[in-house]
């Protein structure tokens, strides 16, 4: 099952804060996230195991709530370089990831 | 390091024909995942090799074929083409993780934009 993302949309000014949050209705081992900005490939963000080892870069916070099987992705001071569409995959006991549709980000000066 | 690489970057086939996508991993990397992905839509996932087997398969028809050589790249073959088949199709490699599920970060490809006439 897909995952679910909201919101679809947002639009900030340059420094201000958003979270995105990704939803599944099914048990959860993983959470995946990825930023794609048009025309180029995904790039990782973040990953978030079940039993709490992250991996990812250090500017970027998300958590993962194994019980509600939801992850937020947390973007603080907001960067012009931040706008794109970010996605969540989500992953259970096997080695599929399932991404969301995806919430997309602009970031204006 | 290359990262990973992808082959061709455009295609235009008609209808009825076959593709042939190529990709290479990123370097020590053991395992390669295809995605396909529409506009303003996430990837979904196609399948997946390790070892050179199909370990993994999304809800794709058999119309839809992989193989993974020994030197850890990936072909997808897509036989019989449909207009719903115009994507792009995203390759990405990762290394396999011990345990269930994908524990290690994927890095994707630049893709290839396959357009069906």
């Known amino acids: 099952q897909q995952p679910v993302q909201s919101p679809q949309a947002v639009i900030l000014r340059e420094g201000e804060d958003a979270v995105i949050n990704c939803s599944s209705s099914k048990a959860l081992y993983s959470v995946h996230w990825y930023r794609q900005k048009h025309g180029e490939a995904p790039v990782f963000l973040m990953i978030?195991?079940?039993?709490?080892e992250q991996k990812g870069h250090e500017k970027i916070s998300a958590s993962f709530n194994e019980k509600k099987q939801q992850s937020s992705l947390y973007l603080t001071a907001s960067q012009l370089s931040y706008s794109g569409t970010y996605f969540c995959g989500t992953a259970g006991g096997d080695d599929k990831i399932i991404f969301g549709k995806g919430t997309r980000l602009h970031i204006l000066p | 390091d290359a990262g990973v690489t992808q082959s061709p970057t455009h295609l235009i086939k008609t209808r009825g024909q076959q593709v042939t996508l190529r990709c290479s991993p990123k370097s020590g990397h053991d395992t390669v995942s295809w995605y396909q992905q529409a506009l303003g839509q996430g990837p979904q996932f196609i399948f997946q090799?390790?070892?050179?087997?199909?370990?993994q398969r999304g809800n794709f028809p058999d119309r839809f074929s992989g193989h993974q050589f020994p030197n850890y790249s990936s072909e997808l073959n897509v036989n019989a083409l449909l207009l719903g088949d115009s994507a792009l199709y995203l390759c990405?490699?990762?290394?396999?993780?011990?345990?269930?599920?994908?524990?290690?970060?994927?890095?994707f490809g630049p893709g290839t934009r396959l357009t069906v006439l």
């Open positions: 990405a490699s990762s290394l396999k993780g011990r345990g269930g599920g994908p524990r290690n970060e994927q890095f």
């Open positions: 090799y390790y070892e050179e087997e199909e370990r």
């Open positions: 978030l195991l079940k039993g709490g």
